[in-house]
Nanobody, 120 residues
Framework: QVQLVESGGGLVQPGGSLRLSCAASGSISSIYYMGWHRQAPGKQRELVATITSSGTTNYADSVKGRFTISRDNAPNTVYLQMNSLKSEDTAVYYC??????????????WGKGTLVTVSS
């Protein structure tokens, strides 16, 4: 019904930048918020940033001032601009959305993830 597809990951040197994109498609009635989480090797998945339908943003302390989340409502796409990347940002980045599809109840949907590797 609903698919989230991430793109934009890759290998970047410390101090570099990347922009991730996540496109939501399918039978979407409403998107309440979208965001990014990440999971580094051997660690739990953690919140990176979220943005609501009204544009309110929230960031993990570890990325404040370096990452910026934004969205384009038409099409249903969310972006994560990542600047001043550090080796500790290396992780698989997952897109997540709280979306109401053909059901009256909104559900969490996840993308399959895109790998970001920060290394010299």
């Amino acid at each position: 019904q609903v698919q989230l597809v991430e793109s934009g990951g890759g290998l970047v040197q410390p101090g570099g930048s990347l922009r991730l994109s996540c496109a939501a498609s399918g039978s979407i009635s409403s998107i309440y918020y979208m965001g990014w989480h990440r999971q580094a090797p051997g660690k739990q998945r953690e919140l990176v940033a979220t943005i609501t339908s009204s544009g309110t943003t929230n960031y993990a302390d570890s990325v404040k001032g370096r990452f910026t989340i934004s969205r384009d409502n038409a099409p249903n796409t969310v972006y994560l601009q990542m600047n001043s990347l550090k080796s500790e940002d290396t992780a698989v980045y997952y897109c997540k959305g709280l979306i109401r599809a053909q059901s009256p109840v909104a559900m969490d949907y996840w993308g399959k993830g895109t790998l970001v590797t920060v290394s010299s």
